[in-house]
């Protein structure tokens, strides 16, 4: 996942320190409630830390993408937009079959989690070649995100109901590991940018990065 550090005179500022404390803001609100610390019902009640987090990660892609930067725009949409989303309505939709408050059917809240499913499948495999990508900035980076990857395989086989809740439990514990990591690269990203020089270590990157061809 490289950056371009060239700039246009008329690009904005780089956010990806902004972009991932929200994404470590969004994860830290969600995993009480995905790895089972406390009873989904909470959920309602906290919302508005993942709410806020969600808006901020929406503004961190747009501007990545009028950077046109397409590799960090698209990988802050699907890590920041679409999975830290996706995990809220996950924990919502946690609280209301925690409660049913509103007798929904129960063809109703089965067709629903069969979706819910098929989404994450969806996710599941875009995070491959996202984590292939975040090898060329950094070793853990790169395993971090697969193994989030494997904590989102496991939530959709609890949907898809070829696995019990503890297996969503264990992939909810997967994806907070990835939370960490995420808290760590929003401060190595502030400290390192605003110093302009590498001072809190990130691991070396997995791949090297591709030889430009020799100029004709």
């Given at each position: 996942m490289q950056q371009n550090t060239e700039q246009s005179p008329d690009s904005w500022a780089n956010p990806a320190a902004l972009g991932f404390i929200a994404l470590a803001v969004s994860l830290f609100s969600l995993a009480p409630i995905l790895c089972g610390w406390v009873h989904p019902a909470s959920f309602p009640l906290t919302a508005a830390w993942g709410a806020i987090a969600l808006v901020t990660l929406i503004i961190v892609t747009i501007i990545f993408f009028k950077n046109r930067s397409m590799m960090?725009?698209?990988?802050?949409?699907?890590?920041?937009?679409?999975?830290?989303?996706?995990?809220?309505f996950k924990a919502i939709q946690l609280t209301v079959l925690a409660s049913n408050s509103i007798g929904l059917p129960p063809e109703m809240i089965a067709g629903a989690t069969v979706v819910d499913a098929m989404v994450w499948v969806v996710i599941g495999a875009i995070l491959i070649p996202i984590g292939y990508l975040a090898g060329y900035m950094s070793k853990p980076f790169a395993f971090l995100i697969w193994l989030a990857d494997a904590g989102v395989w496991m939530l959709a086989a609890v949907n898809f109901g070829a696995a019990g809740q503890n297996v969503g439990v264990v992939g909810g514990y997967f994806v907070f590991i990835l939370g960490i990591w995420f808290l760590y690269m929003g401060i190595a990203q502030l400290v390192n940018g605003t110093l302009n020089r590498a001072v809190v270590c990130i691991g070396n990157p997995l791949f090297k990065s591709p030889t430009p061809p020799p100029e004709a």
């Open positions: 960090l725009g698209t990988a802050f949409g699907v890590l920041g937009v679409l999975l830290s989303g996706g995990l809220a």
